[in-house]
């Protein structure tokens, strides 16, 4: 027979599994870092299990969590395969070896996720990335329960921009993708998870055949309001006579830019406008070329890569952010844009989707090559040439962010997933055969 034991509530005790936590690297690091933060600010008992390449960082952002902290370092296997994926492109590069270096980091980070358990320091743990939701995972049977996201994937390139991505790169993602099922099977984290988080429908669609049953959907990106202030726009005073737009991300092919800088070039013929360029990237020189080649360098600035404090400098000069990305699964800047009062443009494809709508931005339909550059000039005309409507998108796009996609309301909503994950576990556990 079962019998059913007393048990009061279990408060949250969390170790936040990831590779890196960061401020700096882009993308999706800085996720369990906002994370972790959170949770020590609110006095939760809170852990971080990351590699050692953000020791540095973290030992200056967060001097007072550093018997908080665990790092992993990289074995010799791990550096090799890092040497091998640094010849490959990039995406390829990041779904085949890119994988296995964090499935080596993960097996380590277990051993301090059971002692951790073992000590009763943690009664739950969260992995928040990788945000891929094919890729496998070791954190499983480790004591307590696991939670896996936000993930947010399952992103192809539009089928008008399908030349966009090598045909090599092309063969390695199908296949990575049909192996997918088995190697989860073989690494079961995401089949025995207690549950799973995705951002979007998309991403549960891409979720491995052998993935768990219990999905729940929690948006992946959110903003430190503290950091990502108003704009305090005021009309004519903080633009000048020439409006500004700004591009900030990696300079890569998959983000479009020169599709942007053609757009521009018909702009410029009709508009004096000018372009800020955040960010550094393979694509770089290529991008430069294209601007000369076209005359217009002298209203482009390629600004190159800049810490975060100075990025909100410069979003705040700008009459618009724009992200002509063409496979954005996330696209946080894109919040960040929206939570200091900014109007967005952005191609309407992926995680621009997600976020975007007429009331704060404007969304551009990847429809072809002639057709997005067409409707960008479009856009950008219309932003600069009104003044009070991009006013008012950006005044919308905070509202809309302080509503549903702050860290602080995010950091809520996780933590009353914690207990609700942790009352099922500690409700399925209360029942002893006798």
Request: contains cysteine; charged residues 25%.
């Amino acid at each position: 027979m079962l019998i059913k034991q007393d048990s009061s509530e279990v408060i949250p005790k969390v170790a936040i599994i990831a590779n890196n936590a960061s401020a700096l690297f882009g993308g999706e690091a800085i996720i369990p870092l906002h994370y972790f933060r959170q949770l020590r600010e609110k006095n939760y008992d809170a852990f971080l299990i990351v590699h050692e390449r953000v020791k540095g960082e973290l030992s200056e952002l967060l001097p007072h969590e550093i018997d908080n902290i665990y790092y992993i370092k990289d074995s010799f296997l791990q550096k090799f395969f890092w040497k091998i994926g640094s010849y490959l492109p990039k995406r390829v590069a990041t779904v085949t070896f890119g994988v296995l270096i964090g499935l080596l980091t993960e097996f380590q980070q277990r051993t301090i996720a059971k002692r951790l358990i073992k000590s009763n320091k943690v009664n739950i743990i969260h992995q928040p990335t990788p945000v891929s939701p094919k890729q496998p995972s070791v954190i499983y049977n480790l004591g307590a329960p696991v939670i896996i996201g936000p993930m947010n994937g399952g992103m192809n390139y539009p089928p008008a921009f399908k030349t966009y991505e090598s045909s090599f790169s092309k063969i390695v993602l199908k296949s990575v993708r049909f192996l997918s099922s088995l190697i989860n099977l073989l690494l079961p984290g995401k089949r025995k998870a207690a549950l799973l988080l995705v951002a979007n429908e998309r991403t549960r669609k891409s979720l491995p055949k052998t993935a768990s049953y219990n999905v729940q959907t929690l948006v992946e990106n959110g903003v430190d309001l503290s950091l990502w202030e108003t704009n305090l726009y005021v009309e004519g005073s903080v633009q000048g006579e020439t409006p500004t737009f700004l591009y900030l991300g990696r300079l890569i092919s998959l983000k479009a830019i020169d599709i942007l800088l053609e757009s521009l070039s018909d702009v410029l013929k009709e508009r004096d406008v000018k372009l800020k360029i955040i960010g550094d990237g393979v694509e770089k020189d290529n991008l430069m070329m294209l601007a000369k080649k076209l005359n217009i360098e002298y209203a482009v600035d390629f600004v190159g890569f800049k810490p975060q404090k100075e990025c909100v400098e410069l979003i705040k000069q700008s009459r618009s952010l724009i992200l002509p990305s063409l496979c954005e699964c996330g696209g946080a800047v894109i919040l960040e844009a929206m939570a200091m009062e900014t109007a967005v443009i952005a191609t309407n494809w992926g995680g621009p989707q997600d976020y975007i709508t007429n009331e704060c931005g404007i969304l551009i339909d990847p429809l072809g090559r002639e057709e997005m550059r067409a409707s960008l000039s479009e856009a950008i005309l219309l932003l600069a040439n009104n003044e009070a409507l991009a006013k008012n998108m950006g005044i919308n796009g905070r509202l809309k962010v302080e509503k549903e996609f702050s860290w602080d309301k995010k950091v809520e909503e996780m933590l009353d997933i914690y207990k609700s994950v942790l009352e099922k576990s500690n409700k399925n556990n209360s029942f002893k055969r006798i």
